[in-house]
Antibody
């Protein structure tokens, strides 16, 4: 089955850029689906960040738009997240996930294990 | 954005109890609603999709129902492995949004 794995720094300084990569295995990133980032602040709920289609089409959460870039590298079967101008409020566990589009629309059916990113000086 | 409100925020239950969690959306989402289970330190997993369809591999004690703005997740007989936090998520209109979660604890 499809597996996803996040990678990237666990500590980012305020005003810096949070960068994470998600590697997809046992499946092609060029499949007809969306690849997604979701975050969860400590002790809090889930927040959808944004998504990218294999073609490079993106959808972003308006609450983060302007600070966010999601990109795809089909040659490496990876997609990436860059969140700019971070503050302590961006401290969270960041998950990458696959969004399948069957009955009922976007369903996040495969997830990475999550990567804790702390924003601190 | 479509707001998703779950109730209760937490509940205590005993093994073999029947429990129900409710999710209300701020707009009609036409059964574009999924339910997830999350255990501490783990990623969420899908239980129910499209309001009432059981995800492959999920025990039949889990069921979902609802329409328009009101949805429920029911566990017919809670098992020890079901103590976790449950989230609903709407897939009707981006940005996709989640409920705040319902933590199911052992009584």
């Amino acid at each position: 089955q499809v597996q996803l794995q996040e990678s990237g720094p666990g500590l980012v300084k305020p005003s810096g850029t949070l960068s994470l990569t998600c590697t997809v295995s046992n499946g092609s990133i060029s499949s007809l689906t969306w690849w997604t980032w979701v975050r969860q602040s400590p002790g809090k709920g889930l927040e959808w960040i944004g998504e990218i289609y294999y073609s490079g089409t993106t959808n972003y959460n308006p609450s983060l738009k302007g600070r966010l870039t999601i990109s795809v590298d089909r040659s490496k079967n990876q997609f990436s997240l860059d969140l700019h101008s971070v503050t302590v409020a961006d401290t969270a566990v960041y998950y990458c996930a696959r969004a399948s589009r069957g009955p009922g629309g976007h369903k996040f059916d495969y997830w990475g294990q999550g990567s804790l990113v702390t924003v601190s000086s | 954005d479509i707001q998703m409100t779950q109730s209760p925020t937490s509940l205590s239950a005993s093994v073999r109890d029947r429990i129900t969690i409710t999710c209300r959306s701020s707009h009609n989402i036409s059964t574009y609603l999924h339910w997830y289970q999350q255990k501490p330190g783990k990623a969420p997993t899908v239980l129910i999709y499209h309001a009432s369809s059981l995800e492959s591999g999920v025990p039949s004690r889990f069921s979902g129902s609802g329409s328009v703005t009101d949805y429920t997740l029911t566990i017919s007989s809670v098992q020890p492995e079901d103590f976790a936090t449950y989230y609903c998520q709407q897939s009707y209109s981006a940005p996709w949004t989640f409920g705040q979660g319902t933590k199911v604890e052992i009584k």
